[in-house]
């Protein structure tokens, strides 16, 4: 007796009489052949339609359960397994525990009740445009593939919790819907191969992958994630060999989690949609990438992407973002390799929090252009004095002194903008600091210096000439050799030749530089009693020459503050 005579004897010792369509499915199991019920006329399998199938394409489950646990049944199906196209399978597949020896293939067919393929052992299960209702395989270990794609559906929820895939698993094209909770639970899921869920894949509902491990790539491209208002993906310490793909059309409603998650590879959202008005779009936090993060080429975020103390070994890619004001970027305590972003991608102001970033360069940045990334560093909410001085790091390293300047003298001023000052503080950040560019630039107190000399120069050169300005000392008239003045009203008429001659820029230099004695100011002062009378408050009348020596006064004052200000910013002791 042949393996087909002796596999439908044994079943019909089972199960009685048995149906043309289970006789099929026998003999072609024991043949090594496809069980094909499709319609003889050749059109296309309608599973919209399937109320509508006869008879010879119905098989019960149990039949199905039956020849992949019977120990007789079992070793009369040839190593191709069972290979089923085109048939209605009524009530529960269930292979609770079972160990099965060899592949399950069921294509365009139609499971009518939930499949339970919990801690069973399959060689390999291919349902290429199978629909089911819900399909339990939570602790499933297979030795190859699990193929879920080409128009696969279920109507429920697909569970493969702690399920071992020894090859792919492959969900292109499927969809998979249970709006009202968990689409696809893969908590603790660990696969060998790569993960597909691209190329039209649709998931209404959760989709889960805390924990999983992937040896390959997770591969999300041209699909879609839906769960308004509650997390789409949800992927918490997803460990991948290789990369993350959510590009290229992929397109999710709702959070993408991937806290704490490790991936090998890249990170590629390019031309990848997050929408999560209400919230969070793309919250990664603790993500470690040991390439590269890009979202980019009209990536586009509708509410928050968190990227905190991620650590990124590659590049982080930022540019030609879509909407760019929709979507608020928090970097804080992130560790990225380089940092490659263009202008026009960047939050609105408030948006954009960076405070413990840290990168170790900025990838195709154009001369000067730490004026731009100022501007950067302004779009923060608030003030934090770390994102300046890390920019500035990266800028001393690259060997642009001049950009770290800027930076630092930016801080300066943002945090006299944006915080408030003690009455200390608004000294130094309001009134000195900036004469020196808070000790970045001392020579900034130079043009103010020579403003205040020249104005001394006028003043002092029409007060001598007015008289207001004398020696102070008697000595000055003790010969009778007379020093020739143009003006015959000048009171200083009559000074000996040998006393030193009045300059009146030579004068305010030397009034204005402390130390510096240039034979100017302690030969000449001006005279409070000189000049019109200007105001009179009881015995102490203001005259002209009084004004000058109150400005003397000022002039000298200004020349020991500038001048400290100055070198204490040249030799670095103030800087802030």
Known sequence: MDAASELLRLAEEKFGKLTEAEEKLLRAAANGEIADYSPRSKK??????VAKWGPSRFLLADRIAWLCTDRQATQLVTHRGIVVKGARIDEEFNLLFAKVPFPLYFELCKFTADINFQHAQIPALYMPGTHTASLSAGGLKTDGPIYLRDGFQAEGEICLLSAMIGGDLDCSKAQF??????????????????????DGFKAEGEVRLIGAKVGGSVVCDNS????????????DRLKVGGGVFLRN????????????????????????????????????????????????????????????AVVIHGHFGLANVDSPGEMTLDLRSAKIGALDDDQESWPESGQLFLHGLEYNEISNEPPGGSKTRINWLKLQDGFWPQPYEQLAKVLRNNGDDVGVRDVLIAKNRDKARRIKLAWWQWFWYRLVGPLIGYGHRPWLAIPLALVIILFGWVCFGVGYWSGLITPPSKTAYTTTEKLPVP??????????????????LVYSIDVFVPVVDLRQARYWLPNANRGHKLVGIGPWPLHWGGVLLFWLWIETALGWILTTLFLVGLTGLVRT
């Open 224 to 235: 879609q994630f839906i769960n308004e208002g509650a997390s789409a993906l949800t992927a």
């Open 44 to 49: 296309p399998i309608d599973l919209a339609n």
């Open 249 to 308: 059309g992929f397109k999710a409603q709702g959070a993408v989690y991937l806290i704490g998650a490790t991936i090998g590879g890249d990170l590629d959202c390019t031309m990848g949609q997050f929408v999560n008005k209400s919230g969070r779009a793309l919250f990664a936090d603790g993500l470690k990438v040991d390439g590269h993060v890009f979202l980019r080429n009209n990536f586009k975020a509708e509410g928050l992407v968190s990227l905190v």
């Open 487 to 504: 003006d015959p009203g000048n009171p200083n008429l009559g000074i000996s030749t040998a006393y030193p001659v009045f300059n009146s």
């Open 177 to 198: 819907s249970n709006p009202d909770g968990i689409t696809l639970t893969a908590d603790g899921l660990k696969v060998e191969g790569a993960v597909f869920l691209r």
